[in-house]
Structures are given as C-alpha cells and as structure tokens.
C-alpha cells in the first residue's frame, strides 16, 4: 500500500517545511511591513502615510517614472530577444549548447556586475568613446552615462536573457513544419511567419513581457549608477526612506503601492492571456468582449506586418536571390539579427577582462601596462576576501537549505494529486514574482527585532526564500519526465519510504538534485537586494561590498572583482550544464529562472 494510499493528508507532509519558511519568513514579514503603512506616529491607526503619499506630486512623478522605465524595458527586451529565442528553438543541438551558455553566463553574473561593465564601457574614457574619437567621429567624448539612455541600455541588456529563456520555451513547441505547409497553400516566408509561428509564440511574448515588467518595477541598480537625478525609480525612495530616517510606516506605504501595481498588471495579463501562460502553455480561456477587441487588433498589426514584410521579402529577394531559403528554415536576416543581440549582451562582460589587467591607476581603453596588480590587491586585502568569503558560505548554505526542503516539496507537487496544488504552488513561487525590495526590507523590518541583522544565519535564511522557487521549479522539471512506477514496484516490494528514496528515488534525480544546488548557489551568490539591507554594516557580501565601492569610484580593482565573480559563474553554469545533460529534462527557462 503507498503513502497516498493510506492517508491522503500524508501528501501535504513533504510540503510542511517550505509552507514554514515561505510563512514566517515571506508572507508574515511583508503582512508586518504593510501594516505599519497603517500606523501612525503614536501607534494608532492611521491613514497619514497615504494622505502623504498622495499628495505630494513628486511620489506620483516617481511612480510614473517607474512605470514607463518599466514598460520600455518588457518592450525593448522582448523585441531584441525574439529573433536570438528564434534561433535558439530553431538551430542544431550543439548550436543550441553553446547559444544557452552565452546566454545563461552573462544572465547568472547579475545585474550589478553588467552595469558596472556598461558604466566602463560608456565611460568617457572607455572603449565606445575611445573607438568614436580615434575614428574622427566625434570631437570630444560623447555623455553616453546619466541619462535616459544609458539607464535603457542598462536595463535592457539585463533583461533580454530572462525574455530569450521565457520564449525558447514556448517556440520549442510549435510544430516547425506549419510554415512550409503554409508555403505549400502560397502563403510566402513572411506570411507564414507573421500569420502561424508569432500567433502560437505570443504566449511566451506575453509572460516575457509580463515577468520582465514586474521584475523592473522593484529594481534601483542600473537607474542609480547609469541614470541621472531625473531616472529615480520608486524602489530607490523605500530605500532612502529604511536608509535615510527609518520611516517604516511611509516605506510600507509606497511597497504596497508597489505591490498592488504588480497585481493589477498580473490581473490583467491574466484576463488577457491567462495565468497558464507564464508556463507557456495555451491558455483555452472563455471569450470576453476585452480579450475579443485585443484578438481583433491583434490580427488586424499580424496581417499589417505580414504584408509589409512580404513587401520587404519581394525587394531582398530581387537584390540577393541566391540567399532566400526555403520556408520554415532561418533566413540571413534571422541569423544577422540574432548574432548582433547576442554580441550586445556579451561585448560588455568581455572588454571588462583586459581593462582588469591595466597597470595604471585608472580606466583606460586600450589598457596600458599590463599588470596583475590588481587582481593581487583583490585576492590580498582583508577589504575583498572577507566579504568573498561570507558570499561562498552563505550561497552554498542557502543553496543546501533550498534544496533540502524544495526537493520534498517538488516531490509532492509532482506526484501526488493535491486538491490545493494551484495555491501551494503560487505560495512557493510567489518571492519570484513579488519584486524584491519589497522582500528585503520585510525581512529586515522582521530580522531587526529578533537580532538577525548582520548575522550569518539572517543572509542565509533571506537568500533561501529567493532561492527556493527556483529549485522547485527545476527539480519539479526532473519529476515531469521520471517515471514514478519505479516507485510503485519499490513498494510492492516492500520497500520503506527512506529505501525507497534511498536507493531508486534519488540515484535518478541526481544530476537534478546537483543542478538545483548550483543554480540556488548562482542565485545567492549574486544577490544584492537583500543582502544590502541583512548584511549589516560589518557583514557585506561580495556584491554588497562591489556596489559600496562603485557608488563611491570606478576603478580598475572593480573590474578585477567583477571579472572574478564572472570566473565563479562560468565554473556553475558549465556544471549545471553538464549536470543537466547528464539526466534532467526541462525547458531553457528553467535553467534561467531567476
């Protein structure tokens, strides 16, 4: 007889610890933080806090702000990712391999260690200015850095892997003989692309767009080191208000601000394309007189562009007939498109490797001297290895503690028939959709009253809520393809329940479990949000310490930090690459999900 057998309610063991974590350290620290917004300066309730928020022009200009930065980098990432998703799906398996890892690289190195790249390659002494000027382009340097556009170059770049990741997945799935039977009834290239593949890829465009956006909204990083005083997102005003005078009850205000502006734009993806969709799966949702008008203008842009582009095709054609493939193959065009994305997301982690060796005291391009003086610096001083050393033992603790108790709940999720699936699930995935500052000043406003701040074990329990979803999520992958009648003939041979984890379960999912612990490592090694608040002022992380450093000079002892936070990177991503090969399954996006 199997565990579910004997008692249906033994399903919902295996999902007691992540339902503990996520509720003491998730969902009671953000009720905690929300309710001060609630409070008054005496303790009494009040609705002062929204009267201020309200009223004063400037949190509504903030909140504007935020959210056409936001609109504009879902647009932007979308749009520079569809043509490199589309070779992804579309190319050969080794192709495939090595495309993942150029993607999966630059996207694991994070967000802080990218735009610091950005800030040295847009620098007024940087290559972008140096190349302009040797070339007679340009008299002088150009100001590429503290405005609007260096804060949407920042930002876009960040952003374009989760939307390739997102996407792949979805155009995996669509059969890729659909465009030559369109080509076979005279529809052309274009025709078949625009009016069959984009209509079935929209699901991946929409939750691409949709996590892209959410994920904006709650960011500070690359508007405070790119932008101007005019780019001030509203999560940097939460921080100056913990940081700057500890008005927790105005800091509440502003997050739920935050937090039911994610909901509203999650409530209307969802009545538009369906939750389902973020999964990338077709929707099948009843028709409504709001979805029925965005499929007629849909159709009405697809059939406009589709002509357009036959348009184009006819003229590429007439000038270079030779280079028109066959329907359903990739054309030049595709490939060209999708080899300058890829260069925009690569170019600005590799000219930050010989800036590193530099020996002059500056950033200058070319680099002069080479030297190794800075990376002995780095790898010497009690300033760089201290905080190295807390991010290896917090990421590989809260890597093991993810693990520990999302391979249990993964199990559950994946096997048995649970009648409150769809909750439990949205619970455990919730920090992945919650922007995180919200997260972190929770957990600080929390942590601050039980002496976990600046402590060891407060940075490990924080990174582990952001890196649960993320185990669960790829071990749940492992479980869609393992056949759980091997667990069934375990029992009918009268295994126990540890013999058979022992000895059938866990030997399987091996190289799921390893990747699942090298993608929560990834994942808390290159946190910053959280860290900024749990650290403390005497326990910063690496990332914590690079953004101190960076916010006060740009200096080429930065560029040998980031350029050895990108080496650890590169090591985890090649071995969760070989992990996953060697027995999981799964979409890209589960190997992106962050």
Known sequence: MTLSARSPWRNYVPLLPAGLLLGFLFVLPVTLILRQSFVGTDGAWSSAHYARLFQTASYADTLLTTLRIASWTAVLSVLLAYPLAY??????????????????????????????????????????NTMLVDAGIVDGPVRFLYNPAGVMVGMTNAYVPIAVLVMVSVMRSI??????????????????????????????????????????LGTFITPALLGSGREVMIAQVIIDQVDQVLNWGFAGAISLLLLVTTLLVY????????????????????????????????????NALGTASDGIERLFAALWPRRIGRAGSLSPLSRILAGLVLLFLLAPILLIIPISFTGSNFIDWPPRNWSL?????????????????????????????????????????SGA????????????????????????????FAFAKVGLVGTTLGLVLGHTVL????????????????????????????????????????????????????????????????????????????????????????SPALAAITCLMLAVVLVVTVAIFVFRRDGTSGSSSTLGAH
């Open 373 to 413: 003086r800075w990376y002995q610096l780095v790898l010497t001083s009690e300033q760089w290895t201290g905080p190295a050393l807390r991010s290896f033992v917090v990421a590989a603790s809260s890597a093991v503690l993810s693990v520990a108790i999302g391979l249990p709940a993964a199990m559950a999720l």
């Open 267 to 302: 409530g209307l993806f969802h009545v538009l394309f369906g939750a389902s969709s973020l999964t990338g799966q077709q929707a099948g949702l009843s028709p409504s007189p709001l979805r029925n008008l965005t499929g007629r203008l849909g159709r009405t842009v697809v």
């Open 87 to 128: 070779l992804l799906a579309r190319a050969g398996a080794s192709t495939t391999r090595v495309l993942t890892l150029a993607i999966l690289v630059p996207y694991w190195a994070g967000v802080l260690v990218r735009t610091f790249a950005w800030m040295v390659l847009l620098g007024r002494r940087g290559p972008v």
């Open 417 to 444: 028939r649970l009648r409150a699936r769809a909750a439990i699930l949205a619970l455990i995935l919730a920090p992945m959709i919650v922007p995180h500052i919200l997260i972190a000043v929770a957990l600080f």
């Open 467 to 554: 890196c649960l979803p993320y185990v669960v999520v790829t071990l749940m992958a492992v479980f869609a393809a393992y056949d759980h009648r091997l667990d069934q003939a375990a029992d009918t041979l009268g295994a126990s329940t540890w013999q058979r984890l022992r000895h059938v379960t866990i030997p399987l999912i091996r190289p799921g479990i390893l990747a699942g612990l090298l993608i929560a490592f990834v994942t808390s090694f290159e946190e910053l949000t959280v860290s900024m608040f749990l650290s403390g002022g005497l326990s910063a992380t690496l990332p914590k310490q690079l953004w101190t450093e960076m916010l006060m000079a740009v």
């Open 175 to 216: 059969d890729g003989r659909l465009p030559v039977v369109a080509a076979t009834l005279g529809a052309g290239t274009a025709q078949g692309f625009w009016r069959i593949y984009f209509p079935l890829s929209m699901p991946g465009v929409a939750a691409a767009l949709l996590l892209i956006f959410i994920s904006s």
